[in-house]
């Protein structure tokens, strides 16, 4: 059985990074993939990839990450520009952020249009759960 | 904030002065994506020798490997290089994945735990760069997260950035594809390995970093 946990954003926005990359990992530790609204900086990415090596463990292989948010196709400088700095300030709410436990899913595959989400088989996945 | 307003004063210094006599350059991109066999063809063209061991294995590379000074020229131009070779970023990393390659247990899980701190050092390293070269295995979706992170993160601190697919010798090697998920950057298709098209990924490096 999965679990999918929806995140608003406003259950997040106003924790500082180190405490909703705390909260999300500690989410995916219960084998929880979360559908979070919004996305992460890229600060914060690279700090939950950081935070995501820390804790491996036997039992934590790491987390699957997939972001989807919209992007316009062509865009002058200034606008480009402006946009940026308008979606800084907003603290990134637009899209949505997928996260998982490596241990449920095997691979995010992300097309622009679409995105599929491999589970691994649940056979293995018992065997590891058995192994906690 | 503070980080991107320095990094930017940095810069604009560097170019008035004209500063960026030597470049930090660093190799950035996922597990076996072709790092290392790049830094070797760089090191292997400029200086005679080899910069450290490629394999297929993933994270074969876990430490930070680096060349003090390369000096790379090209139409009449040099430019000078400390040139680094980063551990693949990874989003997971299991031990039993090595397994598959003939490793022991005891060898897997040494290279797992090694390959985690691998990650953490390339990730701490990007603060360092001057200019960085993206390598993508061009046989693979360019559209993971872990490139995104990638090139957000380098987006950010404002660092100049060439994408090198690799592997384009390949058969299912596809540059379109990486082109159009990161359109608003140089793609240049190149096999480190067998050297195709090195050429011209020098002159695209001497325009990315002046």
Same mark, same amino acid.
């Given at each position: 059985? =999965?679990?999918?946990?929806?995140i608003?954003?406003?259950?997040?926005?106003?924790?500082?990074?180190?405490?909703?990359?705390?909260?999300? =990992?500690? =989410?995916?530790k219960?084998?929880?993939?979360? +559908?979070?609204?919004?996305?992460?900086?890229?600060?914060?990415?690279?700090? =939950?990839?950081? /935070?995501?090596?820390?804790?491996?463990?036997? /039992?934590?292989?790491?987390?699957?990450?997939?972001t989807?948010?919209?992007?316009?196709?062509?865009?002058?400088?200034? %606008?480009?520009? +402006?946009?940026?700095?308008?979606?800084?300030i907003?603290?990134?709410?637009?899209?949505?952020?997928?996260? *998982?436990?490596? /241990?449920?899913?095997?691979?995010?595959?992300?097309?622009?249009?679409?995105?599929?989400?491999?589970?691994? !088989?649940?056979?293995?996945f018992?065997?590891?759960?058995?192994?906690? | 904030?503070?980080?991107?307003?320095?990094?930017?004063?940095?810069?604009? @210094?560097?170019?008035?002065?004209?500063?960026?006599?030597?470049?930090?350059? *660093? @190799?950035?991109?996922?597990?076996?994506? *072709?790092?290392?066999? @790049?830094? #070797?063809?760089i090191?292997?063209?400029?200086?005679?020798?080899e910069?450290?061991?490629?394999?297929?294995?993933?994270?074969?590379?876990?430490?930070?490997? %680096?060349?003090?000074?390369?000096?790379?020229?090209? #139409?009449?131009?040099?430019? /000078?290089?400390?040139?680094?070779?980063?551990?693949?970023?990874?989003?997971?990393?299991?031990?039993?994945?090595?397994?598959? %390659? #003939?490793?022991s247990?005891?060898?897997?899980?040494?290279?797992?735990?090694?390959?985690?701190?691998?990650?953490?050092?390339?990730?701490?390293?990007?603060?360092?760069?001057?200019?960085?070269?993206?390598?993508?295995?061009?046989?693979?979706?360019?559209?993971?997260?872990?490139?995104?992170?990638?090139?957000? !993160? @380098?987006?950010?601190?404002?660092?100049?950035?060439?994408?090198?697919a690799?592997?384009?010798?390949l058969?299912?090697?596809?540059?379109?594809?990486?082109e159009s998920?990161?359109?608003?950057?140089?793609?240049?298709?190149?096999?480190?390995?067998?050297?195709? #098209?090195?050429?011209? %990924?020098?002159?695209?490096?001497?325009?990315?970093?002046?």
């Amino acid at each position: 059985m =999965l679990t999918l946990q929806y995140i608003p954003l406003n259950e997040i926005e106003n924790l500082d990074s180190q405490d909703k990359i705390k909260k999300l =990992l500690s =989410l995916v530790k219960e084998d929880k993939i979360l +559908l979070v609204e919004g996305r992460l900086t890229p600060a914060e990415e690279v700090k =939950l990839i950081e /935070s995501t090596m820390e804790e491996i463990s036997k /039992s934590f292989k790491g987390i699957e990450i997939c972001t989807v948010y919209p992007q316009k196709k062509r865009e002058v400088q200034f %606008f480009s520009r +402006l946009r940026k700095e308008v979606l800084n300030i907003l603290g990134y709410r637009q899209g949505i952020t997928i996260i *998982g436990p490596a /241990s449920i899913i095997k691979d995010i595959k992300r097309d622009p249009t679409k995105i599929e989400l491999l589970t691994r !088989n649940s056979k293995k996945f018992r065997r590891m759960q058995a192994k906690k | 904030m503070l980080k991107k307003i320095g990094g930017s004063i940095k810069r604009f @210094l560097n170019s008035l002065f004209k500063a960026k006599k030597h470049v930090k350059l *660093g @190799l950035y991109g996922p597990p076996n994506s *072709g790092k290392t066999t @790049l830094a #070797n063809r760089i090191c292997k063209d400029w200086l005679g020798e080899e910069m450290g061991q490629a394999s297929r294995i993933p994270h074969e590379t876990r430490e930070i490997q %680096f060349k003090e000074s390369v000096l790379i020229k090209s #139409n009449g131009k040099e430019l /000078s290089f400390k040139l680094i070779d980063t551990p693949g970023i990874a989003t997971k990393i299991d031990y039993e994945d090595f397994l598959k %390659f #003939n490793l022991s247990q005891k060898e897997a899980k040494e290279r797992a735990k090694e390959a985690t701190k691998g990650v953490i050092e390339a990730i701490k390293w990007l603060d360092n760069m001057d200019a960085v070269v993206v390598v993508l295995d061009s046989t693979k979706n360019p559209y993971s997260q872990v490139n995104i992170t990638i090139i957000g !993160n @380098l987006a950010a601190r404002e660092i100049p950035v060439l994408i090198a697919a690799n592997k384009v010798d390949l058969r299912k090697a596809n540059i379109k594809k990486i082109e159009s998920a990161f359109p608003q950057y140089k793609v240049m298709g190149i096999s480190a390995e067998r050297g195709d #098209n090195i050429e011209q %990924f020098y002159k695209t490096l001497f325009k990315v970093v002046r």
